[in-house]
Nanobody, 117 residues
Framework: QVQLVESGGGSVQPGGSLRLSCAAS????????MGWYRQAPGKQRELVAT???????NYADSVKGRFTISKDNAQNTVYLQMNSLKPEDTAVYYC???????????WGNGTLVTVSS
């Protein structure tokens, strides 16, 4: 069982920045693809960014050039640096861990990001 705990959400003005953190229970990054997803009110959950064990990254078109996903293997933590935030980035952001070649899939409880003037 993998536990994921997100932190770093909050309220920010348009154009501002936030950094989200996701602490995983144990050294799992070599066996899991880590990702950030988000769900805005009334909308389906959507992919924001993923990072593989080898460090390859993938981003939704809507956040390319503004968000950066990274990980610290020693700290078992994944980060999402969010710059140039827009009101449409407002959502609950969830950390995800998908085990490679397996159906194992874990979610954190989410952290709320609100972008508003």
């Amino acid at each position: 069982q993998v536990q994921l705990v997100e932190s770093g959400g909050g309220s920010v003005q348009p154009g501002g920045s936030l950094r989200l953190s996701c602490a995983a229970s144990g050294s799992i990054f070599s066996r899991y693809v880590m990702g950030w997803y988000r769900q805005a009110p009334g909308k389906q959950r959507e992919l924001v960014a993923t990072i593989t064990s080898g460090g390859n990254t993938n981003y939704a078109d809507s956040v390319k050039g503004r968000f950066t996903i990274s990980k610290d293997n020693a700290q078992n933590t994944v980060y999402l640096q969010m710059n140039s935030l827009k009101p449409e980035d407002t959502a609950v952001y969830y950390c995800n861990a998908k085990r490679i070649f397996s159906r194992e899939n874990y979610w954190g409880n989410g952290t709320l990001v609100t972008v508003s003037s």
